[in-house]
C-alpha cells in the first residue's frame, strides 16, 4: 500500500532553514505528481507546493523564492528545502500523492 513517512521538521527561529524529506513506497513515485501540503494550529490543510513527473514544480505565493520542492526518483523521496521561514510558516507539514496517500506529518515551528 502507498507510505508516505516525512521527517526533518523541527524548532527554528526567523529566518532560518529546514529541509523537509518524505519516504515514499508502495507506488511508482517516478510517474506521480506529489505535493506539500500544510496545516497552522486552528486552521484547514493549505496547499505549498507540488511537483510532476517532469520535475515541472509550483508553489503558493507566500512561500514563492523561499522555498524548493524536488524530489529525488531514485530515492523515491520528496524534498521541500524551506529558507527564510517565518512564523507564520509554522504548521505540520504534510507529504501527499495525487490521487490519494498522506503522511502523517511532521511539525515545524517558526519562533524566537
Known amino acids: 500500500q502507498v507510505q508516505l513517512v516525512e521527517s526533518g521538521g523541527g524548532l527554528v527561529q526567523p529566518g532560518g532553514s529546514l529541509r523537509l524529506s518524505c519516504a515514499t513506497s508502495?507506488?511508482?513515485?517516478?510517474?506521480?505528481?506529489m505535493t506539500w501540503v500544510r496545516q497552522a494550529p486552528g486552521k484547514g490543510l493549505e496547499w505549498v507546493s507540488g511537483?510532476?513527473?517532469?520535475?515541472?514544480?509550483n508553489y503558493t505565493d507566500s512561500v514563492k523564492g523561499r522555498f524548493t520542492i524536488s524530489r529525488d526518483n531514485g530515492k523515491n523521496t520528496l524534498y521541500l528545502q524551506m529558507n527564510s521561514l517565518k512564523p507564520e510558516d509554522t504548521a505540520v507539514y504534510y507529504c501527499?500523492?495525487?490521487?490519494?496517500?498522506r503522511g502523517q506529518g511532521t511539525q515545524v515551528t517558526v519562533s524566537s
Open positions: 511537483i510532476d513527473s517532469s520535475g515541472n514544480t
Open positions: 501527499a500523492k495525487a490521487g490519494g496517500g
Open positions: 508502495g507506488f511508482t513515485f517516478r510517474y506521480s505528481t
